[in-house]
């Protein structure tokens, strides 16, 4: 990414460690979590949800995969199934739902150029 200065990015479906969010965040990009983060084993993850600040955080889906706890053993990850990943995204921030929503949909907003 570094080839392409003042592009805006968010790293979809974010998997990696401290480090590379560290370094994601450091160049002013964004980072947005899906099921796994919801997954009991995935404390690192967790972790990292915990570094990333509320201005550059998003959740979603990545239907058809990824399925949420507790829907893991679910075929198909459907739009609906978001809820798992924000409930999840909210109380390791120590942040209501509503307020996560409040906070990831203005931040859609701001990203996409939404009014």
């Known amino acids: ?3 392409f200065p003042g592009v805006r990015a968010v790293f ?4 990696g460690s401290a ?3 560290e370094r994601i965040l450091a160049d002013g ?3 947005s979590f899906t099921g796994p983060v919801t997954y009991k084993k995935n404390d690192a993850l967790r972790d990292v949800v915990r570094l990333v600040p509320t201005d550059r955080l998003m ?3 990545d239907a058809p995969y ?8 679910q075929k ?7 809820m798992y990943t924000a ?3 909210a109380e390791v921030k120590g942040m209501g739902l509503d307020e996560l929503d409040r906070v990831t949909t203005e931040n859609a907003r701001r990203f996409f150029g939404w009014a």
């Open 19 to 21: 480090e590379e969010a």
């Open 12 to 15: 979809h479906c974010f998997t």
């Open 76 to 82: 198909t990850n459907e739009p609906a199934l978001v």
């Open 59 to 61: 959740v979603e889906t």
């Open 87 to 89: 409930a999840k995204v």
């Open 1 to 3: 990414m570094r080839k």
């Open 29 to 31: 990009y964004w980072i």
């Open 66 to 73: 990824l399925s949420p706890e507790p829907k893991r053993a």
